[in-house]
């Protein structure tokens, strides 16, 4: 079941999160809807960190794996094709979203219910209604418009 269509996030906007989610060498990073793979790539080849995605659809998936190959990160990123509502994440350290604010709302009770205290969630544009993040961030992806496009969202597990 899909509960949220895929947009990439642009590059600048993912390097924001991850240096806003304060995301280290050796940390296990997940990506929920990990689309084309842009995201656990940039983790694990430019932050360390060991990554994992998760994405349902086989065409993504397949494009995911292609890149992880090409940038020879078989070793440091993992991507699952399948269901997010079955992955097991209690070994992360940070949990990346781009959902819809309803979308995080369906996942929210997994997050509570497998995520340890400390664990960081960095979500895209959309609020978890119901926790309090730590820090909002109005990020300007594109300079030149001159007002920030995207809203970033750091929650820590409580």
């Given amino acids: ?42 983790a694990a080849k430019d932050f360390g960190a060991r990554a994992v995605g998760v994405e349902l659809r086989e065409d993504l998936v397949k494009k995911a794996l292609s890149t992880v190959y090409e940038n020879g990160l078989q070793d440091r990123v993992t991507i699952v094709n399948g269901d997010m509502f079955n ?9 990346f979203l781009y959902l819809t604010t309803s979308a995080n709302e369906k996942v929210k009770p997994k997050l509570e219910a497998e995520l340890r205290p400390g664990v960081r969630v960095i979500s895209h544009d959309y609020e978890i ?11 300007c992806e594109n300079q030149t418009l001159g007002y920030p496009s995207h809203t970033i969202y750091l929650y820590r597990k409580v």
Wanted: charged fraction near 20%; aromatic fraction near 10%; proline fraction near 8%.
């Fill in 87 to 95: 992955v097991d994440l209690t070994s992360a350290d940070v949990i």
């Fill in 1 to 42: 079941m899909y509960i949220a269509p895929y947009v990439p996030s642009p590059p600048q906007v993912i390097r924001q999160m991850l240096i806003l989610s304060e995301l280290k060498a050796g940390e296990v990073f997940f990506d929920l809807g990990a689309g084309d793979g842009r995201t656990v790539v940039m």
């Fill in 129 to 139: 209604i119901g926790w309090k993040p730590v820090k909002v961030e109005n990020f």
